[in-house]
């Protein structure tokens, strides 16, 4: 039981590339989130999504896309890298209230 | 959008001594939540919190929710060095579910 995994763990982009961000879950849960952490700062919901098929736009979500098609997995889409989007990713899984969190993905966009 | 007022912002503290931290918002939430989170890695939930006036531990943790659901508290006692690490408290607004908010974090440092 891996609980969630997020790969790549490191990735270096240049400024206009795109990529992918993978999150899987085998804890069967029905909710997944994708969260930010910038230097110093709590984590800020990116996207959520309540169910397969189902996603929804969380407090920062300009410059990013997810899909749902399995209850497993939730990527998190970057189109055009940003420096601002320099930072570190992690994905959530949940049931009820509380949340469980995979080890992150740090980007560097230069 | 609502920010989450979490403090101390770090503590430099002796093993063996007690730890204090809290937050609050400026509305009600109702669910609290406390993580720890080590170097490169992810938040690791510690404690969950449902109802105003909990008060539950986990080992040596205690996390109260507060009575006017504004507020939470965590408490780390006899501290050892495997609790450095930065503390948040997370939390729900009352009818904003999904949309888990979190404080900036406490940087707690535990010398010899």
């Known amino acids: 039981n891996a609980g969630v995994t997020q790969t790549p763990k490191f990735r270096i982009l240049k400024i206009g590339q795109s990529m992918t961000l993978q999150c899987t879950q085998d804890?069967?849960?029905?909710?997944m989130y994708w969260y930010r952490q910038d230097p110093g700062m709590g984590l800020k919901l990116i996207y959520y999504?309540?169910?397969?098929?189902?996603?929804d736009k969380g407090e920062v979500p300009n410059g990013y896309n997810v899909s749902r098609s399995t209850t497993e997995d939730f990527p998190l889409r970057l189109e055009l890298a940003a420096p601002s989007q320099t930072s570190v990713y992690f994905c959530a899984t949940g049931q009820g209230n509380e949340q469980f969190f995979g080890p992150g993905t740090r980007l560097t966009v230069l | 959008g609502q920010q989450l007022n979490q403090s101390p912002q770090s503590m430099f503290i002796q093993e063996g001594e007690d730890v204090s931290m809290n937050c609050t918002s400026s509305s009600i939430f109702n669910t609290w939540l406390w993580y720890k989170q080590d170097p490169g890695e992810g938040p690791v939930l510690l404690i969950a919190l449902y109802k105003a006036g909990e008060l539950t531990s986990n080992g040596r943790l205690t996390a109260q929710f507060g009575i006017t659901r504004k507020d939470s508290f965590l408490n780390i006692s006899a501290s050892i060095p495997s609790d450095v690490g930065i503390y948040f408290c997370?939390?729900?607004?009352?009818?904003?579910?999904?949309?888990?908010?979190f404080g900036a974090g406490t940087q707690v440092v535990v010398t010899p």
């Open positions: 804890m069967n849960h029905n909710y």
């Open positions: 999504s309540v169910g397969a098929g189902i996603t």
């Open positions: 997370a939390g729900y607004e009352t009818d904003s579910w999904g949309k888990l908010q």
